[in-house]
């Protein structure tokens, strides 16, 4: 039977969700179990000597390992993001789906069976999971971008980008689930999970559109001999790739990276941290700290679905982002005195999610294209994941400073003084696309006076954000 092309994007939307959604609940899987890995490094009860013989050096080598795991993500970024522009980008998807499954376990589950517990390992293994995790974000938004055009742009990327709040969603629930089996089960069940997203991931989509769209059965009998004889798929490929060089001179794409440098370091020191600070704050168990967790995530799908259909409609994105990272300063204050008072918890928890994930989903997502698809690249299609893998690149290496930063502010100062890091931090994502955010507020002001056509507007708008 033929697929009509609303069938197919149907299709590659939700596999590329759900493809991506693992990718990141697979990364929930050390954040959800550190205080029961902590606990084991810190005892012999397995025959095995503690790998610590304090609570704090543990904690530190926590920290370690999530910029360690950053470090390595940001630096793939730029290679698989440039390397997603020459090869099939659905493969590579893939094949960092299986690598992901591969040194999840290594790093989780093979130490604690075999009592192999050596800080050296750990840190081989968990930079391996950095390197191929880096492979899904700017290959599954170069197969976004082929797919879908610049029609609600903000609102399609706004709800597809939702793909990582949702990811960590399941992936603190799964882990919750599987937790009372051992912390070890945690990083094995996901591994089988991603694993088999990667062969839907192969088996259910292509990369792009097939150049000539026929119907009929007739249709069907040639597209059959043409899969027949070529394992590639026909792509809507035009242009050359650029270097990295050429892509951070792209209006716009400097100033997004300063300021997802920023922003990503507060988004991940929730992701990678919050199931600890509630049980160390508040000392709620660590199933309960997982489930209520979530919170910052449904936030997080809330900024990033509403803020993309707001933008579609405004016609410029920097002035919302702007705005909601002015409201995630106060959100941010109001989150450091709430106190241990779970509902209220809960609700200040999700307004910060809205102000900090939801602008950076738009940031990696919506941005990302209007960034790889400007006028300046002049139709060049094969620059979308060399931008998209420079832009998470950048605010993957801020990151990466920040986890080694964290666990040494906390201790000195305490967890208040953590959150107030992260306040300045948004301040200062604030100031990188303050001009860009003024240029966009003055051609809107002309648009509604009639001094800008609104196709010129358009332009602009790719131009610039």
Known sequence: MVQTMSSRKVMVFVVTFVSYGLYHASRKALSGVKSSIKADWLSNSSGHAPLFTNEADAKHFLGSLDAIFMAAYAAALFFWGWLGDRLNPKLVVAAGM????????????????????????????????????????????????????????????????????????????????????????????????????????????????????????????????????????????????????????????????????CLKLVNYAFFFWLPLYLTDAYHWEESQADQLSIWYDFGGIIGSVLGG??????????????????????????????????????????TVGVTVSGPYNLIVGSISIDLGSQPALAGNTQAMSTVSGLLDGTGSAGSAVGQLLIPIIQDDLGWKAVFYVFMLLNGFAILAILKRCIIDLKSLRKLRSGEESPLLNDEAGDHED
């Open 98 to 261: 299986v690598g992901s499954a591969v040194t999840l376990t290594l790093f989780g589950a093979i130490p604690k069976w075999f009592n192999f517990y050596h800080a050296p390992y750990y840190i081989m293994t968990y930079v391996a999971f950095g390197l191929v995790q880096a492979c899904g974000w700017p290959s599954e938004i170069a197969i976004m971008a082929n797919w879908f055009g610049k029609g609600n742009r903000g609102f399609v990327m706004g709800v597809w980008a939702a793909c990582q709040p949702v990811g960590n969603i399941f992936g603190s629930i799964f882990t919750a689930m599987v937790l009372p089996l051992g912390y070890q089960y945690t990083f094995v069940f996901n591994s089988v999970l991603i694993a088999l997203g990667a062969i839907v991931v192969v088996m259910a989509i292509d990369s792009s559109p097939n150049e000539e769209h026929e119907d009929g059965v007739e249709a069907n009998r040639i597209r059959l001999l043409r899969r027949s004889s070529s394992s590639e798929p026909h792509h809507n490929f035009h242009g050359e790739p650029i270097s990295l060089f050429k892509a951070v001179l792209l209006p716009g794409v400097l100033a997004y990276c300063i300021c997802n440098a």
């Open 309 to 350: 259909y707001i933008t579609d409609k405004m016609g410029k994105r920097s002035p919302l982002i702007v705005a909601m990272l002015v409201c995630s300063i106060g959100s941010l204050y109001f989150y450091a005195h709430v106190g241990p008072h779970m509902f209220w918890n809960a609700v200040v928890m999700t």
